[in-house]
């Protein structure tokens, strides 16, 4: 249900999937007029939609802890977000070994490792269906992650433009 006072009938205030998943709208549009014209502004409205969410789940990435912060946002926007965060951790990893620490990369490891024992944990939990598929989701990026910063690690990577990195 629309918890705006003003929606009317022909309002759209959310984004269902097939899953059940509601994205709601940053803003209702109202689908009225040709529908070739209003259809377009539907798909328009989704797209910003997702863009928003996208942009609220990464900007709010480490104000909780993850296994909090993933409950808040619909699952692309916590997927992307997470792999953004992920590249950033990365990067900060080599700015540290950079300035000396050559513990930038095995540091982030365990933050990884952490990471995925914590997802683990949540998905033995009661969740729902889309909840469970989410954590499926970023349990499997997160191994792949965590692979590729073991590589940079047993490699001894040092440096941001090694093709180990790049060509992720």
Known sequence: ?????????????????????????????????????????????????????????????IEKPRTEWIYNYCCQAVIVASRIWFTTEVQQAFTQIEEGNDMGMKDLLRNQKTQLDNLIKEVLGERTKNDRTMLVQLITIDVHNRDIVQNMVDEKTDAVDAFIWQSQ
Not at 3 to 23: H, M, R
Not at 37 to 48: E, P, R, T
Request: hydrophobic letters at 35%.
């Open 1 to 61: 249900d629309n918890k705006n006072p003003q929606a009317g009938p022909k309002d759209a205030w959310a984004i269902l999937s097939v899953q059940g998943e509601e994205v709601l709208l940053p803003q209702d549009y109202r689908c009225e007029g040709p529908v070739e014209v209003w259809l377009n502004g539907v798909i328009d409205a989704m797209q910003k939609a997702i863009k928003y969410h996208i942009q609220e789940a990464n900007s709010t990435y």
